[in-house]
């Protein structure tokens, strides 16, 4: 190869973006991985131990259809079964799933929506986008600078929590009802939604918004007609994306009394009835599915209709 | 950045049909669930919240239960213990995660086989072109499967045929995370811009070769910065895995909490909050530069 040639490709080599944070953060990620392994002692052998593996054998069997057990398998009778399941607690725990997970977004996004305009660093300020007449005075800035990094900071916390323990805390404060897990849900993705809500406002262009505030628009009137319309899309996309997150985990808080799948899920398995108890899991999964699919129609409406 | 003047005016009809739309679907939600707001105010429930609450900015640097044996590590640096055994969980079940997330996500993605142009009519060559879409929506089958069932429930499943084992804990996440990976990956990599990949395929190489080459490293940063993010995610399921018997840091909250131990349950909460905020702090950062 030519000298030239190769001087090219040093050249364009050594533009290549190095980033020394990245990559030695990603080697600590994968340091941490691996290593787990060795430090975490844990006996993954016991696991296939004659006692184990006697367990399995007999739950693989007691998944069998009730009516079947015993007998050759016959589709009639397994879709029978599956017909009473469906109508004895099927249907009833998937629309309980798909309320709370609906109601928790909406929550979220109600509740969202304003933090991020406190949590957003443009707007977060004593005179967003433009200096206005008075420079303001300095308790009056810190204020705002407080605020907004309480507000952040409220999120990251709400955010760090997981859902399922939001849930217990509130089913030991309200009781086993419908509103420990719309309210942890909500809570969680509020913090979430809040959080990527910010980000967009701060990453919208700022024309629009100066020249509003340039004409004497207020901070809400500069939210809600410079900043709102163009965020919608992506706020939409965000909706969508965490609603389905929220099926998911709607499905599994029933575990802890609230009545969703997760509760006839638990129920079935403490009753040792391992066939409903598979069938119920599997159930699940075609609710998320669905949630799946559902989520990524509306993304696609949206982005064709932007 | 949008464009200084748009082309086309904004929808607003369609803007207003979709939030009347997801208003109608929460009314119908809370009519559902037959959703009271007077059932949030709590009746017997906030004598216990007070004292909950009360205990909020007084977490328990000792243990307040009534007996504690004699040599049993002091608190704080049990409930540091118990954050240490969450990520060893959550960072071993990530690695198997990624494993199955790479394999699978490779065998899920089109760009290495759908565009090479037919060349040779070699009895292998047939026989690759026939069996690699079978393979594809093989792993796509899996892949939906693996990740339509909660991690937890994944745990209640793994319990049940297998008792109570740390395999158990590290599969219930690294099966649905694994399937949300390979899913995420193959998307990356088949989505990624194809100009080197257009590039590397006139200058003659194979079609693994300008996968692996051509498309790959473009949506590298894109991996990294979505793996740190679950990684997150993992913490936090790991967590969550205590309340089903495992040791981490579930676990402890649980205990406390049905012993009336408030201060202890604080104590694990901030340590909890701490350990998941520190890392999305850093796995923020290391993503905005990632993605910049």
């Not at chain 1, 367990?55 to 998944?63: D, G, I, K, T, W």
């Not at chain 1, 029978?80 to 309320?99: E, Q, S």
């Not at chain 1, 949590?119 to 300095?138: D, F, I, K, N, V």
């Not at chain 2, 609450?53 to 049993?72: I, K, M, Y």
Request: positive net charge; hydrophobic residues 55%.
């Amino acid at each position: 190869m030519s000298d030239a040639r190769t001087a090219v490709i040093d050249a364009l080599a050594a533009t290549r973006p190095r980033d020394r944070f990245v990559r030695r953060s990603l080697a600590a990620l994968l340091l941490l991985l691996a290593g787990s392994w060795v430090v975490g002692g844990f006996d993954a052998g016991e696991a296939f131990s004659e006692r184990r593996l006697r367990n399995l054998a007999r739950f693989l069997q007691e998944v069998r259809p009730f009516p079947l057990q015993g007998r050759d398998w016959d589709t009639g009778v397994a879709l029978g079964w599956a017909r009473d399941l469906l109508a004895d607690r099927g249907y009833r725990a998937a629309l309980h799933t798909l309320a709370i997970s609906i109601l928790a977004i909406v929550l979220a996004a109600a509740a969202g929506i304003p933090l991020s305009v406190l949590a957003a660093r443009t707007l977060a300020t004593p005179e967003p986008y433009l200096p206005g007449g008075r420079p303001p005075g300095r308790a009056v800035r810190a204020g705002w600078r407080v605020l907004s990094a309480a507000t952040r900071a409220l999120l990251i916390g709400v955010r760090s929590v997981p859902e399922y323990l939001w849930a217990f805390l509130l089913v030991a404060i309200l009781g086993p009802i419908a509103w420990p897990a719309v309210l942890a849900l909500a809570v969680h993705n509020a913090g979430i939604l809040g959080r990527l809500t910010a980000e967009t406002l701060e990453n919208l262009p700022h024309r629009v918004p100066a020249a509003l505030r340039g004409i004497g628009a207020s901070r809400a009137q500069v939210v809600a007609v410079g900043l709102w319309p163009a965020a919608l899309t992506r706020f939409l996309l965000y909706f969508f994306y965490r609603w389905e997150t929220c099926v998911r985990e709607a499905t599994v808080l029933g575990m802890l009394g609230v009545v969703s799948l997760g509760y006839w899920i638990d129920d079935a398995r403490a009753r040792g009835q391992h066939d409903a108890f598979l069938f119920l899991v599997l159930l699940g999964a075609c609710i998320v599915l669905a949630g799946d699919l559902v989520s990524a129609l509306a993304r696609r409406i949206v982005r064709r209709a932007s | 950045m949008a464009p200084d003047v748009p082309r086309r005016p904004f929808p607003v009809r369609e803007r207003g049909a979709v939030l009347a739309t997801i208003g109608a679907a929460a009314l119908a939600s809370a009519v559902v669930l037959d959703l009271r707001p007077g059932d949030l105010v709590p009746g017997r429930g906030l004598e216990l919240a007070g004292r909950f609450f009360a205990r909020a900015l007084t977490p328990a640097w000792r243990s307040e239960a009534d007996f504690v044996p004699p040599g049993t590590s002091p608190l704080p640096w049990n409930a540091l213990e118990a954050a240490g055994t969450t990520i060893l969980f959550a960072a071993a079940a990530m690695s198997l995660a990624l494993v199955l997330g790479l394999v699978l996500g490779f065998l899920a993605s089109t760009a290495w086989w759908a565009d090479d142009p037919a060349g040779g009519r070699s009895p292998g060559r047939l026989a690759a072109r026939s069996v690699l879409p079978l393979l594809y929506g093989a792993a796509r089958v899996l892949i939906t499967g693996m990740r339509s069932v909660h991690e937890l429930l994944w745990a209640v499943l793994l319990l049940a045929a297998f008792g109570i084992t740390d395999l158990a804990a590290l599969l219930a996440i690294a099966i649905p995370y694994g399937g949300i990976l390979a899913k995420v990956f193959s998307e990356m990599v088949d989505e990624a811009p194809r100009d080197a990949a257009h590039a590397l395929r006139a200058a003659g190489a194979s079609g693994v070769q300008v996968f692996l080459f051509g498309l790959v490293p473009a949506a590298v940063p894109d991996m990294i910065a979505y793996a740190f993010y679950r990684f997150e995610c993992a913490l936090r399921s790991s967590a969550v895995l205590g309340f089903f018997g495992f040791p981490t840091l579930g676990l402890y909250i649980r205990q406390s909490f049905r012993s009336t131990n408030y201060g202890e349950v604080w104590t694990y909460l901030y340590v909890l909050i701490g350990m998941v905020a520190a890392f999305d702090l850093w796995s923020g950062a290391v993503r905005r530069r990632l993605l910049a």
